[in-house]
């Protein structure tokens, strides 16, 4: 039934003013336009025939009987064709507290047997898993799972996403929200810090509505935190602030807060003051925590008449980070100097391209995390490599870590579909387009796609992932294209088997690609024989690497991305046993010399590994057109050479201990 895609399931509940809803609608999945039957139906980007979802990006399956539900007969499937994401919206009121149920089961029909689901709200995110073993279509075994949130707006965005790979991932049915009733509380909110820097403490109270005004004291460790002072929170700034510094110097601070007479907090989460500390210079710890005292100022909370009122007080921890902003390399710690070189500039790189996986338990992505400037948006991507290279260029400050200490956007990877950026400045300039170039391949050969940039004249960096069918296309090399030869290419092949293959690259700090059109990449395919399809698509998504265009600020750009139609040539090489050839062979290309593409025919006289690659006269490689195991027979590959200098090349091939190399000419 399933298809080999990596799979990431994102429940969105909206802003699409205005049709709110009290609670969910069609929880069950019951209720549609369309019907699954015994089997299931595939839904695109925009599709609303679940009533009360809509298909957010890509696709989702919409599964009948075909295995056991949940609730009613219907479920759905988290892996469509591609990643996929489905929505509705809610309407939710400012600090209210709101209880999410699902009930959860897994694709019985294959690996990996755990399957792993993120959900996140409101900045928090939890994991859930499912064991698979022994459950089939008639026996899911589905499992509640539940998690709360605080509202912060007055509709919240709820994220389910998958957290592994392949064709057989989590399911989900039966979705139900609920409102909490939360006791009064006045509460330390966590925070991070720096060494030798200043750290804000939100304090919050989850009122009853009935709050008029409270007091109490906070302690606090003075061989870690010194300096404090108070300021009205957000929810706040209406009420008189007092606060008693006297005792801080025995790590007691004292603060008092009361509205108007007569005037009462509404219910819900209220941020009421913010206590600035320093952090000492010199000290070594990693976590201190601030917690509620009685001295200089008991606690207390009273209502309009004065009646103290049941609270329930808790404390807080501050996390103290160490080092500098994009200092990662040598790896884990960087070398805390205050300086950012060269190496943190690649290994921040190999971070954006997802080839390595920066550490959260020691403050290893707050670090690679450096844009925006100063302290990051919870995500590593190519802007955050970009910002990496102004610092070791000495263009911008080095800064002390700062920001969040792990991934706090679990949201963008599905939003950044149909807009460029979340949560980061980025400016918007003319029609910048990045597109992949349509072509035809043909069957058994070794083709080109050349992805081209249509600048504005101030890029310079781009990110993405190549999506395509690997029921249709063998993934073989990518390489930089003509317009693109002084940058810095990065690669992630880790996961083409499902179709994905993540790509970074950057100009040297401080450069910009002119305004005009460049070929910046070339990537290269291998057409399987006896394709399921006369064409394929092959476009742009965020996994494993986000699509981003970057300016030498680091800003992200807005920018338009055009996938590419490939057609599949009809005319499939063919094997006879008669034709299986004796020997290795590496034929000249033809035609030659060429413009701007050539033919490579070679035979291969048994099974094995083969390597096809082009070298310039001093012996760099320009393009590897064959790198996988080849069956015995002819093939051929073509080399696109849109994107290089004309000139003599050379062409190698290598299969076992056999190795060829002829030369061709490029002429423009």
């Known amino acids: 039934m399933k298809r080999a895609f990596k799979n990431l399931f994102i429940v969105m509940i909206l802003w699409l003013n205005p049709a709110f809803t009290q609670n969910i609608v069609n929880g069950s999945f019951e209720s549609a336009t369309v019907n699954p039957g015994s089997g299931f139906i595939t839904l695109g980007s925009g599709n609303k025939a679940i009533n009360g979802w809509t298909v957010s990006s890509d696709n989702i399956d919409y599964v009948g009987t075909y295995w056991q539900a949940s609730e009613g007969v219907r479920s759905i499937d988290l892996n469509g064709l591609t990643s996929g994401s489905i929505s509705q919206t809610i309407r939710t009121s400012v600090g209210t507290v709101y209880e999410v149920r699902f009930d959860m089961a897994g694709n019985p029909e294959g690996q990996p047997t755990v399957k792993l689901m993120r959900v996140s709200v409101v900045g928090v995110s939890r994991d859930f898993t499912f064991d698979v073993t022994g459950r089939s279509k008639n026996n899911m075994g589905w499992k509640e799972n539940f998690f709360t949130f605080t509202a912060t707006d007055s509709a919240t965005a709820i994220a389910f996403s998958t957290l592994i790979t392949g064709a057989f991932g989590p399911v989900f049915d039966n979705v139900r929200v609920t409102t909490v009733n939360t006791p009064r509380s006045v509460r330390i909110i966590d925070a991070t810090a720096s060494v030798g820097g200043t750290v804000n403490i939100p304090i919050e109270l989850v009122a009853q509505s009935n709050e008029n005004a409270l007091g109490f004291s906070l302690t606090f460790d003075t061989t870690i935190l010194s300096n404090p002072q108070a300021a009205k929170g957000s929810d706040g700034t209406a009420a008189t602030l007092n606060f008693n510094s006297n005792q801080s110097n025995l790590g007691r601070f004292g603060i008092n807060l009361a509205l108007p007479t007569g005037q009462t907090f509404t219910a819900g989460t209220r941020q009421i003051v913010v206590v600035t500390f320093t952090v000492n210079a010199s000290t070594t710890a990693t976590m201190t925590t601030i917690d509620f005292g009685d001295q200089p100022i008991a606690r207390e909370v009273v209502d309009a008449n004065a009646s103290v009122l049941s609270t329930t007080w808790t404390a807080g921890k501050v996390t103290i980070t160490r080092g500098y902003e994009a200092d990662v390399a040598p790896r884990p710690n960087g070398t805390n100097n205050g300086t950012v070189t060269t190496a943190d500039w690649v290994q921040v790189g190999r971070f954006a391209a997802a080839l390595d996986v920066a550490r959260t338990?020691?403050?290893?992505?707050?670090?690679?995390?450096?844009?925006?400037?100063?302290?990051?948006?919870?995500?590593?991507?190519?802007?955050?490599?970009?910002?990496?290279?102004?610092?070791?260029?000495?263009?911008?400050?080095?800064?002390?870590?700062?920001?969040?200490?792990?991934?706090?956007?679990?949201?963008?990877?599905?939003?950044?579909?149909?807009?460029?950026?979340?949560?980061?400045?980025?400016?918007?300039?003319?029609?910048?387009?990045?597109?992949?170039?349509?072509?035809?391949?043909?069957?058994?050969?070794?083709d080109s796609l050349i992805m081209e940039l249509e600048a504005q004249g101030d890029e310079n960096a781009v990110g993405f992932s190549l999506n395509f069918d690997p029921r249709v296309l063998v993934f073989q090399n990518v390489v930089l294209g003509k317009g693109a030869m002084s940058a810095t290419l990065n690669k992630n092949d880790s996961k083409k088997d499902s179709g994905r293959v993540g790509i970074t690259l950057a100009l040297p700090t401080g450069q910009m690609f002119a305004m005009a059109k460049h070929a910046i990449v070339i990537a290269t395919f291998m057409v399987i024989t006896n394709p399921p399809a006369a064409s394929t698509i092959i476009g742009f998504s965020d996994q494993p690497v986000a699509r981003e265009v970057v300016d030498v600020n680091a800003n992200i750009l807005s920018a338009t991305w055009t996938p590419a139609t490939v057609a599949i040539m009809t005319t499939a090489v063919e094997r006879r046993a008669e034709e299986i050839p004796a020997s290795f062979e590496l034929d000249q290309n033809y035609p030659n010399p060429f413009n701007p593409s050539t033919t490579i025919k070679f035979s291969l006289p048994k099974n094995g590994h083969v390597t096809l690659k082009i070298f310039d006269l001093v012996g760099r490689e320009i393009a590897m057109l064959v790198d996988r195991e080849l069956t015995t027979g002819r093939y051929e590959a073509r080399w696109e050479a849109n994107g290089v200098e004309s000139g003599v090349y050379f062409y190698q091939i290598r299969a076992g201990e056999f190795t060829e190399t002829k030369r061709l000419l490029l002429m423009k």
């Open 361 to 446: 338990d020691i403050n290893e992505f707050q670090r690679a995390d450096c844009a925006p400037k100063p302290c990051g948006d919870g995500r590593i991507t190519t802007a955050d490599w970009v910002q990496a290279g102004r610092y070791a260029a000495g263009l911008d400050p080095v800064v002390p870590a700062c920001g969040p200490l792990s991934s706090t956007s679990a949201l963008f990877a599905a939003e950044s579909r149909d807009k460029n950026t979340v949560g980061t400045v980025f400016k918007n300039t003319g029609s910048r387009t990045f597109r992949a170039v349509n072509a035809n391949f043909k069957p058994g050969r070794i």
